[in-house]
Nanobody
Framework: QVQVVESGGGSVQAGGSLRLSCVFS????????MSWFRQEPGQRREGVAN???????TYVESVKGRFTISKDNTKNTLYLQMNNLKPEDTGMYLC?????????????WGQGTQVTVSS
């Protein structure tokens, strides 16, 4: 089982930036996807950004142009650079990895890192 640990969250004012990191330990298949999700209490988990094994990236519409997902395969680390943050970006950010077409329940998940954006 892959272990996943996120870091880099914090509290910032609107317009600020944060860089989240996610370290994976264990065996990760070369064809796996890696993703960032966010969730607020009582709300549905939302996919924020995904990066395929070939480096193709996708984003939810609300973060396009502001967030950038990247990975360093040599360090087994996934990043999410978040610029021009807005209060609606507030939430627990979780990263995960698994088969790209696999069910979320089959993926390996971290515990999350909290991001709070104040207006």
């Amino acid at each position: 089982q892959v272990q996943v640990v996120e870091s880099g969250g914090g509290s910032v004012q609107a317009g600020g930036s944060l860089r989240l990191s996610c370290v994976f330990s264990g065996y990760i298949r070369a064809n796996y996807c890696m993703s960032w999700f966010r969730q607020e209490p009582g709300q549905r988990r939302e996919g924020v950004a995904n990066i395929d094994s070939d480096g193709t990236t996708t984003y939810v519409e609300s973060v396009k142009g502001r967030f950038t997902i990247s990975k360093d395969n040599t360090k087994n680390t996934l990043y999410l650079q978040m610029n021009n943050l807005k209060p609606e970006d507030t939430g627990m950010y979780l990263c995960a990895t698994g088969r790209c077409n696999g069910a979320a329940s089959s993926w390996s998940w971290g515990q999350g890192t909290q991001v709070t954006v104040s207006s």
